[in-house]
């Protein structure tokens, strides 16, 4: 009874939604300065803002009464499978790939979206005909989860409105801390002891905190390719944090990347190989749709990467990487972050 309400709108009752975007699907949606947002407003009636900084990922609100939030949904859900038809014009690809939208919940109602036993997940999945997975772990630094569905755009509209009726029926407990997207961190370079950021083509000293760290990490233990599940800075700094794993993690560890950059670095050392095992369920994840992020990964790091065919029988894949010691630990520490 209440959902047939909420689709025929008669419920006035206001609800936020958070979607979760990448900055090049954003851009899509605001050229023409914003004319396709400003549309979806007028509209939909709903209050649609995007948030702004230096960001690789926004965070699109979507404000309203649940009807307007449904329309806004709509031309969302149909502006994106445009999106995808005009790119397919261009690509070989054959089978149209579904709209995929991201939804960022927080964590207190996903256990009334999964329901008992994975009952309402799967009863959403089942009505709907979309697709519909709740992340297992919270998004960096706040207690939301990404809720990815995927499907046609009615697929997609129907399941919004079945989300917003357990939204409703399970408002969250306690306080929410929303996530936020991180600016794109700048790559830190180090040379003769002194510390640099990427600017352009020049490298700018980096302030002298990261300096000082440096040099206390060049005190520790040599340089030693990353543990498969440790991203984080090599020598982990134990003797100077008194034996503690240090909290100081910087944004990449791989630290003498670029030697033709930076004045003062040594010889590249001779190159070494690495092999991995990563579970079959996660592979697709590292090598992307057509190889782009497997890609990104060779590229960034400077290492070779090859991932084996899948063996029968086995649920392992094996990634072998080749590189210098740094190439290799950039690497691993991409394909952990993936």
């Known amino acids: 009874e209440m959902e047939s309400k909420v689709s025929e709108g008669g419920l006035n009752v206001t609800l936020t939604i958070r979607l979760l975007m990448h900055g090049k699907v954003r851009g899509s949606h605001s050229r023409g300065k914003g004319e396709t947002v400003k549309k979806m407003r007028e509209e939909s009636g709903a209050r649609i803002n995007i948030s702004e900084g230096n960001c690789p990922e926004r965070i699109v609100t979507i404000t309203g009464p649940t009807d307007a939030i449904f329309k806004a949904f709509a031309m969302i859900a149909y502006k994106f ?40 997940i799967k009863e959403i999945r089942e009505s709907t005909g979309a697709q519909v997975q709740v992340a297992g772990d919270m998004l960096p630094n706040s207690t939301e989860r990404a809720v990815t569905i995927s499907g046609t755009p009615d697929a997609i509209i129907q399941c919004v409105k079945q989300i917003c009726v357990v939204m409703l029926e ?39 905190q990261l300096t000082k760290l440096h040099q206390l990490a060049m005190q520790q233990t040599p340089f030693t390719p990353l543990g498969q599940t440790t991203p984080a800075f090599p020598g982990t700094l134990d003797s100077v944090a008194g034996k503690q794993r240090s909290s100081i993690a910087l944004p990449l560890p791989a630290l003498t990347m670029f030697p033709c950059i930076c004045p003062g670095l040594d010889a590249s050392p001779p190159a070494s190989t690495h092999e991995l095992t990563i579970p079959n369920d996660l592979i697709g994840c590292i090598i992307g749709r057509q190889g782009t992020k497997i890609n990104e990964i060779r590229q960034m790091s400077g290492a070779q990467i090859k991932i084996a065919s899948a063996t ?10 080749t590189g210098t010691p740094a190439n290799i630990s950039l690497a691993q520490y991409l394909i952990n972050a993936r």
């Not at 014009?89 to 979206?113: F, Y």
């Not at 003769?192 to 950021?197: F, K, R, S, V």
């Not at 029968?312 to 990487?321: D, L, P």
């Open 170 to 208: 399970s408002p969250p407990k306690g306080a929410t801390i929303p996530y936020r997207p991180k600016p794109a961190s700048t790559p830190v370079i180090f040379a003769g002891g002194q510390a640099y950021t990427i600017q352009g083509q020049y490298a700018i000293p980096h302030p002298d």
């Open 81 to 120: 499978e445009e999106d995808i038809t005009n790119s397919m014009s261009n690509s070989t690809a054959t089978s149209k790939p579904p709209v995929t939208l991201r939804l960022v919940v927080p964590a207190s109602q996903c256990g009334s979206l999964i329901g008992k036993g994975g009952s309402k």
């Open 312 to 321: 029968e029988g086995s649920s392992e894949r094996q990634i072998t990487i």
